[in-house]
């Protein structure tokens, strides 16, 4: 499937090369923003492993997003999704099994303000070789995250493939403006180690766009409090247009922006990505459900921006 610009995206104007924090600038549909080098190596400098153990997960429902329609479709499960907690799973559910990991996807450490947070990220293929994936709400809140860097198959504090820090961050402006969970997609770029970019010590995801709502997928990610990712091999079918879903247990809050992988290698993580756990009520209240953006047209156009950012 071709991977084309939408009108009205443009490429902003990067900050000073050694700006603190992202710094915010708008125009078009989307808006790329850079991290300094001076930032980058504040990063790598605060994440020691103490520090990542520290980390707590960002919670899937932390932001209110846009309302959901009134009626949720005829597909959907749930008017009941809005009552509390005690909504049991359809049976059947399978549930998520722990396991070392795989290079592609790892764990994404953040700062907002002083606290210590972390959420799943995961390597797509791109032509700069330095893309990363995950949710827009783990990157921008009210504002962007900083000390953010990415550790692939991050696993029992072990860092296989070193630890990468990101030099911007792109996500579309109307996340940024409305919390849009149509949007909550954001893609990161990180800066080369050794002279390296990450796809060519990770290997990266094909990125799936325009396809069906309904397919065989592995979903993998890191929930708070363990030491290891999950994954769990399921089914996603369409919630809404724009949403997708799949059950499978032991989905917690961590997960987030944990990639959902059809013609999964389970030795390499190498596949084809097709959502981001995300979206609707930022991944889901419950644990045995969670959600993602649809990667149609306006995932293609940023995915094209966030190529050429710096």
């Not at 949007?183 to 796809?199: E, T, Y």
Request: hydrophobic residues 40%.
């Amino acid at each position: 499937m071709s991977i084309g610009i939408s009108a009205g995206i443009g490429v902003v104007a990067d900050p000073p090369a050694d700006a603190g924090t992202p710094v915010p600038a708008s125009g078009g549909q989307a808006a790329t923003y850079a991290i300094g080098s001076m930032a980058q190596r504040a990063a790598l400098a605060f994440w020691t492993p103490t520090r990542m153990k520290e980390a707590t997960a960002v919670s899937r429902v932390a932001i209110s997003p846009a309302a959901p329609p009134a009626t949720p479709p005829a597909t959907s499960v749930p008017a009941s999704r809005a009552k509390p907690r005690m909504l049991a799973a359809p049976k059947g559910t399978p549930t998520a099994v722990h396991f070392d990991g795989v290079p592609t996807v790892g764990a994404l450490f953040f700062t907002t303000g002083s606290v210590k947070h972390f959420c799943t990220a995961s390597v797509t293929d791109s032509r700069p070789r330095d893309l990363v994936l995950t949710a827009a709400h783990c990157v921008y809140g009210s504002r962007y995250a900083t000390n953010i860097a990415y550790v692939p198959m991050y696993h029992n504090g072990a860092r296989p493939h070193g630890t990468w820090p990101v030099t911007s961050i792109t996500v579309a402006a109307r996340w940024r403006t409305e919390h849009d969970p149509d949007l909550d997609f954001a893609f990161l770029k990180v800066a080369s180690v050794r002279g390296h970019p990450v796809q060519s010590v990770t290997k990266g995801l094909a990125l799936g766009v325009n396809g069906s709502y309904a397919m065989a997928i592995q979903v993998v990610g890191y929930n708070d409090g363990d030491s290891q990712p999950v994954h769990c091999l399921t089914e996603s079918f369409e919630f809404r247009p724009g949403q997708l879903e799949f059950y499978c247990h032991d989905y917690w809050d961590g997960t987030s922006g944990g990639p959902w992988i059809s013609d999964f290698g389970s030795r390499t993580g190498t596949g084809i990505v097709h959502g981001v756990i995300g979206g609707y009520q930022q991944g889901g209240l419950y644990e045995w459900a969670s959600f993602s953006p649809y990667f149609g047209s306006q995932l293609a156009a940023l995915f094209t921006l966030a190529q050429r950012a710096g």
